[in-house]
């Protein structure tokens, strides 16, 4: 809202920032995110391996945050593109939980169903799908289903590799359930009720 | 004897089923007893994470509570569980860190778990990941006097992953870029470790599934710098490494125009090899570049994997010359 911000520079409030946008992120993220220590030095988006397919590095998406633009921070690739791989969580000299805050953007872009230009949501959730069902992983439901959605072209290619899988014996025809599906269940529909608010 | 808790982890029983045949068959020769957690679930991957974090930590964390109760019902009960996963490992272990880190979290977990009559108290249990067991607490001296096979002559590529040394909220690791963990390791079982920059880095994880392009390039560079390097393979001590590697380096080459062939095996599959073990008894033979040219420096032979069985559904049916065949009978046929 640059309006409001203009406002407040008027009125010499030009200190007192909004920053309810990143205290939700960091509050959504597990552990202690760290988030409002960042210091936009940009050693994350230096030390990413992927930073070249995101929209915006992750010191960029910080400073989006830290200024409120929530819209555009909920549309940026880059909570999808990041692969988790801890390499800018390390080197953070603010300790910033950042492939945690990754996690927590993800979750907000599906609910706002803001990010949709990507496979992403849907491999995950039809994974997650999966292990709300059985309790385990099931791969080649899970590869089939996403698959024929979104890469059917890519399908002839991965013949080979999918043939080769399922015939050494890699890729189980059948999913593995759990014995207690119902207890799991149980846990799952109540943590589906609660949200981490202090 | 050393005992600990397992956590197989869902690769472990599918497309990583190498891992666990090769991680059965050296137990014996080191005298290590793993019992595995009765009816643990899924980690959740790096899935559940970015939908819903109390279900996610949730998930994790009944595999710790039913762990838990696992070794409290047990005389000599061991707190430690061992995942051979490098993403199951940093689940479990980020979810009891988290949960000191910011006790809300366990609350709200716990909250979760009663649903189903379980609880865990955050640090009950130590949660580190095979290879740390191995060169820690078995040691490398232990793990030297059991070879019979020496790897002398083998050129391997030492590949840690990244979510094995990283973030490491345990400090557990030698180091979070440069761990030389699986490097020492791999010289005590004789094999000449090659210099490899770029062991932590990244796979591309889910990305093979979601993003390709971004995945590909990132296998391209561990394959290529594995190969200018002159290694004959990589070792790696993740389902997810080795799926990448393996399976996708066929659409990788395709992509890129490229040729290379850097088998990827389990580090326990070459800990099996070196303690005089079978390539068959290890599951090696199923991975999709084949280990066959690699190994054979060392003298091994390498099965040729078993050819798919095609299942006959009738013996009646139009008449086929039988030598399309390759005029072998099968069991079923030959009952009939």
Same mark, same amino acid.
């Given at each position: 809202?640059?309006?409001?911000?203009?406002?407040?520079?008027?009125?010499? =409030?030009?200190?007192?920032?909004?920053?309810? =946008?990143?205290?939700?992120?960091?509050?959504?993220?597990?552990?202690?995110?760290?988030?409002?220590?960042?210091?936009?030095?940009?050693?994350?988006?230096?030390?990413?391996?992927?930073?070249?397919?995101?929209?915006?590095?992750?010191? $960029?998406?910080?400073a989006m945050l830290r200024a409120g633009m929530r819209e555009e921070v909920?549309?940026?690739?880059?909570?999808?593109?990041?692969?988790?791989?801890?390499?800018?969580?390390?080197?953070?000299?603010?300790?910033?939980?950042?492939?945690?805050?990754?996690?927590?953007?993800?979750? $907000?872009?599906?609910?706002?169903?803001?990010?949709?230009?990507?496979?992403?949501?849907?491999?995950?959730?039809?994974?997650?799908?999966?292990?709300?069902?059985?309790?385990?992983?099931?791969?080649?439901?899970?590869?089939?289903?996403?698959? =024929?959605?979104?890469?059917?072209?890519?399908?002839?290619?991965? $013949?080979?590799?999918?043939?080769? $899988?399922?015939?050494?014996?890699?890729?189980?025809?059948?999913?593995?359930?759990?014995?207690?599906?119902?207890?799991?269940?149980?846990?799952?529909?109540?943590?589906?009720?609660?949200? =981490?608010?202090? | 004897?050393?005992?600990?808790?397992?956590?197989?982890?869902?690769?472990?029983?599918?497309?990583?089923?190498?891992?666990?045949?090769?991680?059965?068959?050296?137990?014996?020769p080191l005298d290590v007893h793993f019992e595995e957690i009765e009816d643990?679930?899924?980690?959740?991957?790096?899935?559940?994470?970015?939908?819903? #974090?109390?279900?996610?930590?949730?998930?994790?964390?009944?595999?710790?509570?039913?762990?838990?109760?696992?070794?409290?019902?047990?005389?000599?009960? *061991?707190?430690?569980?061992?995942?051979?996963?490098?993403?199951?490992?940093?689940?479990?272990?980020?979810?009891?860190?988290?949960?000191? !880190?910011?006790?809300?979290?366990?609350?709200?977990?716990?909250?979760?778990?009663?649903?189903?009559?379980?609880?865990?108290?955050?640090?009950?249990?130590?949660?580190?990941?095979?290879?740390?067991?191995?060169?820690?607490?078995?040691?490398?001296?232990?793990?030297?006097?059991?070879?019979?096979?020496?790897?002398?002559?083998?050129?391997?590529?030492?590949?840690?992953?990244?979510?094995?040394?990283?973030? &490491?909220?345990?400090?557990?690791?030698?180091?979070?870029?440069?761990?030389?963990?699986?490097?020492? #390791?791999?010289?005590?079982?004789?094999?000449?470790?090659?210099?490899?920059?770029?062991?932590?880095?990244?796979?591309?994880?889910?990305?093979?599934?979601?993003?390709?392009?971004?995945? %590909?390039?990132?296998?391209?560079?561990?394959?290529?710098?594995? &190969?200018?390097?002159?290694?004959?393979?990589?070792?790696?001590?993740?389902?997810?490494?080795?799926?990448?590697? &393996?399976?996708?380096?066929?659409?990788?080459?395709?992509? %890129?125009?490229?040729?290379?062939?850097?088998?990827?095996?389990? %580090? *326990?599959?070459?800990?099996?090899?070196? %303690?005089?073990?079978?390539?068959?008894?290890?599951?090696?033979?199923? !991975?999709?570049?084949?280990?066959?040219?690699?190994?054979?420096?060392?003298?091994?032979?390498?099965?040729?994997?078993?050819?798919?069985?095609?299942?006959?559904?009738?013996?009646?049916?139009?008449?086929?010359?039988?030598?399309?065949?390759?005029?072998?009978?099968?069991?079923?046929?030959?009952?009939?």
């Amino acid at each position: 809202m640059p309006h409001m911000t203009d406002e407040r520079v008027r009125a010499g =409030l030009a200190h007192e920032e909004d920053l309810s =946008l990143l205290h939700e992120v960091s509050m959504k993220t597990a552990g202690v995110s760290h988030l409002e220590m960042c210091i936009q030095c940009g050693t994350c988006g230096g030390s990413c391996p992927v930073a070249m397919d995101m929209d915006h590095t992750p010191r $960029m998406l910080f400073a989006m945050l830290r200024a409120g633009m929530r819209e555009e921070v909920l549309r940026s690739n880059t909570p999808w593109i990041c692969v988790s791989c801890y390499h800018c969580v390390v080197r953070c000299p603010q300790e910033v939980h950042i492939a945690d805050v990754m996690y927590t953007l993800k979750g $907000m872009a599906i609910k706002a169903k803001l990010y949709q230009d990507s496979t992403a949501p849907h491999f995950s959730q039809t994974f997650v799908g999966m292990v709300e069902t059985y309790g385990r992983g099931f791969e080649l439901g899970l590869a089939s289903r996403h698959y =024929l959605r979104y890469f059917p072209l890519r399908l002839p290619g991965m $013949m080979p590799m999918g043939f080769g $899988m399922i015939t050494k014996g890699r890729m189980p025809i059948r999913p593995r359930k759990i014995k207690h599906m119902d207890q799991l269940k149980a846990i799952l529909k109540r943590a589906k009720q609660l949200e =981490l608010t202090s | 004897m050393n005992k600990y808790l397992l956590y197989p982890g869902c690769s472990l029983e599918s497309s990583a089923k190498a891992y666990m045949e090769s991680l059965n068959a050296i137990l014996g020769p080191l005298d290590v007893h793993f019992e595995e957690i009765e009816d643990w679930n899924c980690c959740g991957a790096t899935e559940y994470l970015g939908i819903n #974090l109390i279900p996610a930590y949730s998930l994790i964390t009944r595999n710790l509570a039913l762990a838990a109760r696992q070794s409290a019902a047990q005389m000599d009960g *061991t707190r430690t569980i061992v995942a051979p996963c490098s993403a199951c490992y940093l689940n479990l272990a980020k979810a009891d860190y988290y949960m000191q !880190e910011r006790p809300s979290l366990g609350v709200k977990v716990n909250e979760a778990l009663e649903a189903g009559g379980l609880q865990y108290k955050a640090g009950t249990l130590d949660v580190r990941h095979l290879i740390d067991v191995l060169v820690y607490d078995i040691g490398l001296d232990t793990i030297r006097s059991k070879v019979t096979r020496p790897l002398n002559g083998l050129r391997v590529a030492p590949y840690m992953g990244c979510m094995l040394p990283r973030p &490491d909220y345990q400090h557990r690791w030698s180091d979070h870029e440069h761990p030389t963990e699986l490097d020492d #390791l791999l010289r005590a079982l004789g094999a000449e470790v090659i210099d490899y920059p770029l062991t932590t880095s990244c796979c591309g994880g889910h990305m093979t599934q979601i993003g390709p392009e971004t995945a %590909f390039e990132l296998i391209r560079r561990l394959v290529a710098d594995a &190969d200018e390097r002159g290694a004959h393979l990589m070792a790696t001590v993740c389902p997810m490494c080795q799926l990448n590697i &393996d399976a996708y380096q066929g659409e990788m080459n395709h992509y %890129f125009s490229t040729g290379y062939h850097m088998p990827i095996l389990f %580090f *326990t599959q070459l800990m099996g090899l070196a %303690f005089g073990k079978e390539p068959g008894e290890l599951g090696i033979g199923v !991975e999709l570049v084949s280990s066959r040219n690699a190994l054979a420096n060392l003298g091994v032979e390498v099965p040729i994997a078993q050819e798919p069985t095609v299942r006959k559904r009738k013996d009646e049916g139009l008449p086929m010359p039988r030598r399309l065949l390759n005029g072998r009978k099968r069991g079923k046929e030959a009952v009939k």
